[in-house]
Every structure is written in C-alpha cells, then in structure tokens.
C-alpha cells in the first residue's frame, strides 16, 4: 500500500493560520509516503511567502515531495524578473527542479511545468512536453502512472473551460494512451474527481484539489486536499481516493468524498462511496 497526499493552491500570503496548522497536523498524524504540491504555492511570488511556504513544509514529516509551480509562483508585478528570471525564487527557496519526477515499484509520477512568463494566469502544455511526458510513461517502471499538471486538462463545469492549459486535450489523449492512469491538477480551487477517456476508449482517473490553507476558497468548496492510497490486491490494481474538507467549527480535517477507482482492460472505472 501506498499513500500520496495531494495538495495544491496555498497561496501562502493568504493562508489561513488555523487550517495551515490543522494540515500540518494531520500530515504529521497521518504521514504519506510521497507528497505532492500541484502549484501556486505562493500568492504574488514574494521572498516571505516562499518563506512561510518553505517553513509550513519543513515541518512536515520526511517523505519525498514534488513540488510543481503555478501562474502565482511567478512575479506578475515586477516585469524585468518575470521575463529574465521568472523562477528565481522559487528555485532559491524550494528547489532548482521545475518539472520533478518521483519512480519505484509503487508509482511513477511525473510533473509537467505549464506555467509561462509570456501568459499571465493560463497554461500551454507544448507538444514537445506532450511527447516526452508520454515516452517516459511508456518506459515507467512505476505500477501506477501519475501525471501532475497545474492548469486543469478536464472540467465538469462548463464556465472552467477556459482555465484549462492550452494543449490540454492532446495531452490528455497522449497521455492516456501511453499509459497514465492518474492525472493530477489544481489551479480554479475546485476539487473534483473524474473518469476520462482516450478517443481510443482506455479511460483514467483526473482528480483536482481545492486550495489547501487560503482564504480564496470558492464558494461551495472549503479548504481541502486528496488522500490517495494505492493498493495491489488479487483483483489487480485500486485506487482509494478521499476529499479531506477543512471543518472550520470543529478546527479539523474530515472526509467529504470517497471514491473508488479499479483497473480493467479497458482502463479505470470510478465509483462514489457512500
């Protein structure tokens, strides 16, 4: 068994103090076996804020962590470092790698970097990405394959169509069919989790977090983060993925969905648990 913790979206500069340490209670209490942050770690790209960012994960448990940027994790307002050196903040405080890749027996997940110093909040995944992300999905050795992508390849709601990256339905049907299993997203604050299909019919799993300790929760979805476990069984391959929501009157984190996800030949169905 497995256990990723999925988070995204903190926009620290904005985080709410008790939901920030509320999560880093309960990821001290319930370690992951790999964390993974799907961007905006900060709001405005300031040196404080990867600092807060930066301290909130020093205190979590050791495990490995891929950290992903997003449209926020770039200077909007100081134009000579958005344009000559849009990450250089982000590498000093959380590290030199843009696009970090986690593999071992359990799982290979892989980030792609869709962020653009040219584009001020919207993502483009180019075909070069495209392409290299499926050939390492075709050679994986990891059993389960994960792509973590900050800008949204597939929404429910028909007004977060335009949020989604550019390029997202290539991938997406790139992806699929080269083997990805789960797809992992953040960027409108809107946690869902889906079934997506590949024009030749192998479907995978698309799961999106909410934003995990800010303020700027939209309405309807409070501060949340995913809990994946990951499990081989003689049936073959499951996913069990929860919805942790922030319960502000009790001060803590709960379980607000469960679903289920199981490998076939045809890919990966996905149930609701009650």
Known sequence: MTVVAHLSDPHFGTEVDAVAAGLQEELRAQPADLLVVTGDVTQRARRGQFLRA???L???PAAPRLLLPGNHDIPLFDLFTRVTRPYRLWTRYLGPELEPAHEDEALTLLCVNATRATRRKHGVISSDQIERTARRLETARGAL???AVHH???VPVASDARNRARGADAALERWIDAGADLVLGGHIHLPYCISVASRAGRRAILLQAGT???RRVRRGAPNSYNRIVLERGSGGRAMCIER??????AARFHTAARHEAAETRAGWTLRTLP
């Open 212 to 214: 995990a300790v800010s």
């Open 152 to 154: 949204p390849l597939a």
């Open 244 to 249: 942790r929501d922030w319960d502000a009157s």
């Open 54 to 56: 930066r301290a909130f």
């Open 145 to 147: 394959r994960v792509v």
């Open 58 to 60: 020093d205190a979590l």
